[in-house]
């Protein structure tokens, strides 16, 4: 990862009320179809904007941040709601700590575009990821937009799909459910 982290102190901003017009976690879980018999990775778990409902939803949720504060954060408010599927782990730029071939799905929002050391990052994910496991891809549209990061450290999704099938995962579908966020879907090859 790099300089382009989300900073802790502005985690509030992550779960604002608008966000749940644009953003809507509830969309996406009803799209992939989350599951009570899954394991889900939520990497760069921020808060828990996706952790919380998706733990509401599937048998696990490993929530890693490299972030202290915001696993503290997400910790907290997980306590909050009463929700004891969620194991919490401080990761760093090149290891995530989930146990090899354990989650069925992979979910990023919005930390794509923090990585610097992409085709490390993939080959950790999927490391951890199960044979036949999906990842899902939520990050920024490509384009100038009040919120968000600059365009400057932003990836198409056309990018995201190169390096992901350099890593040796196949594109399997694309998803138009946020206005400024496009949701990418890969298959590890198997």
């Known amino acids: 990862m790099s300089e382009k982290i989300f900073a802790a102190k502005n985690w509030q901003r992550l779960i604002q009320p608008e966000r ?3 953003m809507n976690p509830l969309t996406f879980l009803e799209l992939c179809g989350a599951d009570e018999r899954e394991i889900w990775a939520d990497v ?5 904007y996706f952790t919380l409902p998706l ?5 696990k949720v490993f929530a890693t941040d490299i972030s202290t504060d915001m696993l503290d954060i997400c910790r907290n408010r997980a306590r909050e709601e009463n929700l004891v599927n969620i194991e919490f782990i401080q990761s760093n730029s090149k290891e995530i700590g989930i146990p090899s071939e354990t989650v069925n799905r992979i979910l990023l929002v919005n930390v794509f575009h923090e990585f610097s050391a992409v085709a ?4 950790e994910l999927g490391r951890i990821l199960k044979p036949a496991g999906r990842i899902y891809i939520i990050d920024w549209r490509y384009g100038e937009m009040e919120s968000g990061p600059p365009l400057n450290h932003r990836v198409r999704k056309e990018q995201v799909a190169r390096d992901l099938e350099s890593a040796g995962f196949s594109f399997a579908g694309a998803y138009d459910l946020y206005e400024q966020n496009y949701v990418l879907k890969f ?4």
């Open 20 to 22: 749940q017009q644009r």
């Open 44 to 48: 760069g778990c921020g808060p828990g």
């Open 55 to 59: 733990a509401d939803r599937v048998k």
């Open 120 to 123: 490390e990052v993939l080959k």
């Open 187 to 190: 298959a590890k090859a198997g």
